[in-house]
Structures are given as structure tokens and as C-alpha cells.
């Protein structure tokens, strides 16, 4: 290293015999020499040293072992692939396939009523051709889905101490198709109620009505949504134009199809994300120990499908300092919610709970929400209060926050926003 090395190294707040992991992010090899340089990402901080590797394969996107001696970086060994590298693998391959949840539902909910149009055949005339209505079973499996929606008539202010909204809750998150997997693995059921496996049904049953097995869905080329392959890892998204009701041609079966398999990518990649997010390492400041990324569908008065993004992080304990008789360390939560409301316009919710500790930022884009906002700020902090909880921060500002993005390098998913 050069002889800034010991201030590079105290900037780092590495103690001599420390050793703590770090990311290769560049490795310059020089040809006929036995050393190499190595540009590292080191507690966040980039820090670029000569390295002799050896039969030792490093690439960028590898995480190494390294320990202070001195004022010198010692490598003790490269870490086996993880279980989250193959996570990240998976993840970037869904990536650019992913549907609007909420548009997707919009198009079904028009194939209820429309039917779906025949795939043409070659030298068919399209106006040959007639819509035919939902196979059974996808039909079942899209009703099961749409009377499951919570309406935003069902949740009223003051109703969160209540029994009955509480379960309605739990229900909709359950069912947001993040957790389907481990819930057909406890319950195998061809109807279980979930999103995810709601759309795989359909995918079947549309499938057999076409004469082929469930191995052909591999073979289709998923519909992806503009704003989503824009910005593929934001969570929440930006707010998009809600799509209009389909008055026009019914959708055909083909699209159908490639419209379920971007959403069944969408809600995949909520879960890998999920996952991701929970097994980071390194970084700056505390990350949190697990992380839960859903979207869930709810629907107007008007019966419109709509979709909440959910956000749920969960911090490690931190241990209190200065105090002589220290309190008990408690894990905070960290709840994000982002909604557009017809009427409203667009709105986040940030809240912090720690034990028996809230506060919360109200975020709202339309200056007369703002307002209304802020005069209801004494009652949600009486319902907070009500409900046992110490309200220690309540505020509401205009706009919307700094969104959260993750970003995907070579070989590894880096979860810094």
C-alpha cells in the first residue's frame, strides 16, 4: 500500500489484528508479475492495494476475508459462493420482465366481462374471429382473487384497535403471493388463496385450453411494463397514470399470457428482493436483519384494482451508551407505505416503532392533501396514544421522499440506496 496506507487504514476505523470482509470491485493483473491490484469496497469506502493472489481466482463481485498487520491489508482467503449470490443470479434474470401488478389486474378483471379473443392462425382474418369467455378454472381462480381484494371502504380511521380490521390486514398481506411458497408447502391446496398461486392457475387452465402442459409457460415471453424496466429495483415505485378500463378489442389469449407471466416475474422478483436486502453484507451504517417487500392489491369503490407498496425492515439491537444503568436493547421497525388515492394523489407513509415508541412522516403531493393531512395530525396521534404507544415525532411534508434503489453490479446485487 502507499505510505498514506495507516491514514487510509485509521479512516477506516480498522484496528491493528482486526479483520472484517470486504467486495472486489476491480482487479488490475499485471502481465508476468505475481501481484495484482485490487480496487476494494471496504466498509464503504473504495481502497485500492497490491495483492499477491497467487492460485488464488478473484473477480470482481467476489467478498474477501482481510485483516490489519500493521500498516498493511492481509488477505486470508476468498468466501465461498453464498446462498445470496445464487439469489442475485436469479434475481437479475427476472429483472427485465416484470408487469405493473396493478395494470395487469386492470386487464383482467376486462377479460371477466370481454372473454379473450382466439390467437390468429396463419392467413386469419382478425375480424373473423370471436371472443370466448374464461376457462372455469381460470375464472374461479380470478373471482377468488378479486372478492379477496380488500375495498378501501373496509379499513375507516380509528378502526385499527379492531379485531376485524386487524385480521383483514394479516389476511392481505398473507395473500400478497411474497410468501406463497412456504404456504403451499404447510397447506397444499389447488385453491389456497394467494395471489401468486391465483395467477399460476390461470396460467394452466389457459394453457390446457390450448392443448398444452404447464411446461410450455417457459417458452412465453413475459410483458413488461415501461416504468418497470426503467427502474427495476425501486421499491416503492413511482407513482404511474392509473390504465383505463379496456373498451376496446378483448385481449387475446397469447397476451394473456405474457401479461401473467410479467406479473408472476413482478411478484418473484418482490421475493428474491426480499431476500437480498435481508443477506447484505458490508455497507455503510446499520442494515437491517430482514426485509419485506410486497405490493398489495386492494380496489375502489368503483371496483378499479389499485396497489399498495409495502415496505417492512426490521433493525438489529443497539446498545445505549452513556448511562450508568443501560436500557434494553430493542430491534426498531421500520414501515414504509406508498398509495395513490384517486382524490388524494399520491402519498408515503414513513413509520419508526421501537418497543413501545412511534413517530411517523406523512408525505403528500397535492397541496390540499397536505392540509387535510395536517389537520388530522391530532387525531392519529390520539389514536397512537390509544393504542399504548408513546407518539415521540408526527409531522407531514409535501412531496415524496427520496426513493430507495438497489443496484445490480456484475455479479452481486449492492443494496446501498
Keep these: 500500500m502507499p505510505p498514506s496506507a495507516r491514514l487510509q487504514l485509521d479512516a477506516l476505523q480498522l484496528a491493528n489484528r482486526q479483520t472484517t470482509l470486504a467486495r472486489v470491485a476491480e482487479v488490475i493483473t499485471r502481465q508476468g508479475q505475481a501481484t495484482s491490484e485490487l480496487l476494494l469496497d471496504v466498509r464503504g469506502n473504495s481502497l485500492k492495494v497490491e495483492a499477491a493472489i497467487g492460485n488464488t481466482r478473484l473477480e470482481p463481485g467476489d467478498w474477501v476475508k482481510i485483516m490489519r498487520t500493521n500498516n498493511e491489508l492481509q488477505l486470508l482467503g476468498k468466501l465461498a459462493p453464498a446462498a445470496e449470490a445464487g439469489i442475485a443470479k436469479a434475481l437479475a434474470q427476472h429483472l427485465p420482465w416484470q408487469q405493473n401488478l396493478g395494470a395487469g389486474l386492470t386487464k383482467l378483471l376486462a377479460s371477466l366481462n370481454q372473454g379473450l379473443a382466439p390467437d390468429l392462425t396463419p392467413g386469419q382474418l382478425p375480424s373473423s374471429r370471436t371472443s370466448q369467455p374464461l376457462p372455469d378454472a381460470a375464472r ?16 375507516t380511521p380509528g378502526s385499527g384497535g379492531q379485531d376485524q380490521p386487524l385480521q383483514q390486514i394479516k389476511q392481505w398481506i398473507a395473500e400478497s403471493g411474497l410468501f406463497a411458497e412456504a404456504r403451499l408447502a404447510q397447506t397444499p391446496s389447488n385453491t389456497l388463496p394467494d395471489l401468486k398461486l391465483a395467477l399460476g392457475r390461470m396460467v394452466t387452465a389457459l394453457l390446457a385450453q390450448q392443448g398444452q402442459g404447464p411446461e410450455q409457460f417457459n417458452r412465453i415471453t413475459p410483458l413488461a411494463s415501461p416504468d418497470l424496466v426503467q427502474a427495476p429495483l425501486q421499491f416503492p415505485q413511482p407513482p404511474s397514470p392509473t390504465p383505463a378500463a379496456s373498451t376496446g378489442e378483448p385481449t387475446t389469449v397469447g397476451q394473456m399470457l405474457r401479461l401473467l407471466a410479467g406479473m408472476l416475474n413482478r411478484i418473484t422478483v418482490n421475493q428474491l428482493h426480499s431476500q437480498v436486502l435481508a443477506a447484505r ?29 409495502l415496505r417492512l425492515e426490521q433493525y438489529p439491537e443497539r446498545g445505549q451508551s452513556g448511562s450508568d444503568q443501560p436500557k434494553a436493547a430493542a430491534s426498531e421497525w421500520r414501515l414504509s407505505l406508498a398509495m395513490d388515492l ?74 446501498r440506496a
Design 140 to 155: 374461479q381462480a380470478l373471482q377468488q382473487v378479486l372478492t379477496r381484494m380488500p375495498a378501501s371502504t373496509a379499513l
Design 281 to 309: 453484507l458490508g455497507g455503510e451504517g446499520p442494515a437491517p436483519t430482514s426485509t419485506l417487500l410486497l405490493e398489495l392489491p386492494w380496489v375502489t369503490p368503483q371496483n378499479e384494482p389499485r396497489v399498495a407498496q
Design 342 to 415: 384517486d382524490d388524494a394523489g399520491p402519498l408515503h407513509f414513513d413509520v419508526a416503532l421501537r418497543q413501545q415508541t412511534v413517530s411517523a412522516l406523512v408525505w403528500a403531493e397535492k397541496q390540499t392533501t397536505l392540509r387535510q393531512v395536517h389537520q388530522e395530525l391530532p387525531l392519529l396521534r390520539q389514536s397512537l396514544a390509544d393504542l399504548g404507544l408513546e407518539v415521540t415525532d408526527l409531522d407531514c411534508r409535501r412531496g415524496s421522499p427520496q426513493g430507495t434503489v438497489t443496484r445490480l453490479e456484475h455479479r452481486l446485487v449492492d443494496t
